[in-house]
């Protein structure tokens, strides 16, 4: 159990509601003392998840013994947190345990074949720490030849930093989607695998990069974005606009990413140009 970072996670969620989201009938009678934040009350949660104020309150100070599962349902339910946000904070108060892993798990068959099976649209799979751990030929067209990168360098954090302002950069008013969607993952995957040095210092470097990431992490915001906006400038094709999509593969940690684009668009017809593939693992 991480009793700071699950006092830290309460606090955030509590601060992130708003008073007219609730019921008044949940809500702390108005009086003289006046709401020092924009969000709930510790005594307002604890009324909703039905324990004692003395109890939640010692939880957000990392001061309290584990919760129980049934405790942990009560708040999330108070707390209006979604499922990856139930599973994460489950994750935090040790009722499910890290993983004990040290060495990346190989790429499943299925996986695999799901990769290849996309035909011509661009995909590669990533674990956990973002690692591109396979990919297809027309990902390695659009995006770059990923055999040719060191290992540590097939890294989504690591490209986006690599490569911000050249080939690839947000959709105009999107400046922090991919920022917030990575500090989501790397927030998971920091709970899954605790004693994992390398995400440590993943995390550190895209934090020094990137204040929206900074921000994000901060936040504990653990919620899927499953689509992104993306602009890539590419040296045969031009500018195309894209969809990031991000699928869970079933049955496994991996998540499979797409890049598609509107039917019938300029980009879509670009991409249907891409050069013919060669070999991808």
Known sequence: MSRAELADFLRRRREALRPA????????????????????????????????????????????????????????????????????????????????????????????????????????????????????????????????????????????VRLAGTLCSPATGTDDTFARQTAAHLRTAAVRHPANRALGELVDAYAAHSPHFAASWLSHDVRPRPTLRKRLRHPALGELRLDRHTLLVPGTSLRLVLYTADPGSPSAAALAELDPPGTAP
Do not use: C, K
């Open 21 to 160: 989201q609730m019921p008044s009938t949940a809500l702390h009678p108005p009086g003289p003392r006046a709401r020092r934040t924009p969000g709930l009350r510790r005594e307002e949660v604890a009324a909703l998840a039905g324990v004692s104020t003395s109890y939640y309150e010692r939880l957000e100070q990392a001061r309290a013994p584990r919760p129980s599962p049934q405790v942990l349902s009560a708040l999330g339910t108070a707390l209006r947190l979604t499922d990856s946000e139930r599973e994460h904070l489950a994750r935090l108060a040790g009722q499910i345990p890290p993983s004990t892993d040290t060495d990346p798990a190989p790429v499943p068959a299925h996986a695999r074949r799901l990769l290849h099976q996309v035909g011509p649209v661009p995909a590669y799979l990533v674990n956990d720490l973002e690692d591109i751990v396979a990919w297809n030929s027309a990902a390695a067209t659009l995006i770059t030849d990923f055999a040719h990168l060191p290992v540590h360098e097939r890294n989504t954090v690591r490209l986006a």
